[in-house]
C-alpha cells in the first residue's frame, strides 16, 4: 500500500441498511467480485443489535455503474480503508 491520503466519500462507498449506532461490532461485508453491496441487505437484517454490517458499494455497480471500475485490489482495499476510518475512531 502506499502512503499517499485518499479523500473518501464514504456515502459512495458504504451502505447501511440497518443502522446500528450503538454497536458494539462494525463487520465490513465485500461483495464478491460482479457483486454489490444489496446482497448482504438481509444479512443484515438478521444480524443481532450489537453488530452493524457496513456493506461495500463497489465503483461500477449497481447505483455506481457509471463510474470507472477500480483495476487492481491494491487500489480497492486503500479506498475502503479510506471510506470505513470514520467508524474507528
Do not use: K
Request: charged share 25%; hydrophobic share 40%; proline share 7%.
Amino acid at each position: 500500500m502506499t502512503d499517499r491520503v485518499l479523500n473518501v466519500d464514504s456515502s459512495l462507498w458504504i451502505r447501511r441498511f440497518h443502522p446500528s449506532p450503538n454497536s458494539a461490532v462494525r463487520l465490513v461485508c465485500l461483495p464478491h467480485a460482479g457483486g454489490s453491496a444489496s446482497y448482504f441487505f438481509r444479512f443484515s437484517e438478521e444480524l443481532h443489535p450489537s453488530v452493524e454490517a457496513l456493506s461495500v458499494q463497489y465503483p461500477g455497480r449497481q447505483d455506481r455503474r457509471a463510474e470507472p471500475c477500480l483495476e487492481n485490489v491494491e487500489e480497492l482495499a486503500e479506498h475502503v480503508v479510506a471510506a470505513t476510518e470514520a467508524w474507528w475512531r
